[in-house]
């Protein structure tokens, strides 16, 4: 038997191809596919993965067929063959039916599709170096900080800063906002903030990389109005929900754990720069942990939310169901399970309230700031003028993506290339 004849009689997929457990899209559940080589990330529902991750050159096409059967009560006709193998021979997935060409057309558009996605007028991306190769030296040295022997004395010692920092909260105030600090102060709190959110996202790769995944990109981005260093963990989506939640997670647990020398110290160094310094990173430490904990904003908590709730886009997909709700009524949601109803309409009514009090908020001490300065109807002025930019922005942004979305009904379908 020729090595063509077996890819399509006992089909095995490419090694490199990884398949990972479904999440909930809206109201399907899709399934992540990986492909190591080009670079793509693809979407497949549920009877999709049932048969690629059976496709592992030990079962024949009648095989396969007789385990959809029992399993959907179906029978998979020529044609359903046909459609699923031209789908993998287009995406080069099937191990001995690859073309070079095609593949390293594939690779290319993965690469051109991410440096598309790094540049935007509000946000970009730089990348510095692939680290997975780093990572994979370490993490035999890092193994014991992965055992629960460390991370339940470290959450505690997590929790103790926290503790601190909310019972000691007005003293640290006061000494942020109290008197002239001088140039080496603020550039030692800068350059060390920089240290920690560069630890930061080094634990979430170490953690993917500790769970099986690859990192494939450290680099510095550019998010209105920060500019700070990030870590692409794009294999968090072929884990398990919990190991999703634990990488996401990582982040903040390693910026608070750095805060615990600080905070022995501000309880015992003599007052002075060094006192003085570690309540400064204290208290923004602190915050900054709290502020990417925020489940409305795309940040560590929000992708913590979502993971834990099994979802592929928290956010996306309650935009996406309130539109249906309210364009068509209830109706219009019963393809929805229950459970993703409720949990839909509970996010986007919390997001609506958040989002009217933080914005509240900002208009009122806009305006306060602004009348000080020009008056108060040269600052209503302002505020009106800028209301009407950031909603032409918003209708620019929502024209983009519509423009850009992809149809969710291909059977393998592009999920935008590699994950951001």
Known sequence: MTTIDATWTRPRLRAGVALGPGQWRGEKLVHHVRDAETGWFYRVGPREHFLLSRMDGTRTLDDLAAEYASTYQRRLGPENWQQLFGMLHRRQLLDGATDPETIAGLTASAAEGATKARRGPLSARWPLFDPDALFTRLLPL?????????????????????????????????????????????????????????????????????????????????????????????????????????????????????????????????????????GT????????????????????????LSHALNLADLRADTYRFWGRLLRGGPRATTSYRRRERWIYIGYGIASAVFAVTLLTLLIQFWYASLARWVGGGWAVAVLVAEALVLLAFAAYVARRRRAEALDDNSGLQAANGPQP
Do not use: Q
Not at 205 to 215: K, P
Not at 294 to 300: E, M
């Open 281 to 304: 990173m204290l208290l923004f430490g602190t915050a900054t942990a709290a502020l990417n904990l925020v489940p409305f904003l795309r940040l560590d908590g929000y992708h913590m």
């Open 142 to 278: 890092l193994g014991p900080l992965f055992s629960w022997w460390f991370v339940l004395p470290a959450l505690l010692a997590v929790l103790a800063v926290t503790g601190y920092v909310a019972v000691h909260l007005p003293d640290l105030l006061g000494g942020v906002s109290g008197g002239h600090r001088p140039l080496a102060a603020i550039v030692a709190a800068v350059v060390i903030t920089w240290l920690i959110v560069f630890l930061h996202e080094c634990a979430h790769g170490l953690t993917c990389r500790h769970f099986g995944g690859r990192v494939t990109e450290i680099g510095v981005m550019w998010r209105f109005p920060l500019l700070a260093p990030y870590c692409k963990v794009d294999d968090i989506v072929l884990f398990t929900p919990r190991r999703r939640v634990a990488t996401a997670f990582a982040g903040v647990f390693v910026s608070m754990l750095t805060l615990v020398p600080f905070t022995a110290i501000r309880i015992w160094a003599e007052p002075g720069a060094l006192h003085d310094l570690a």
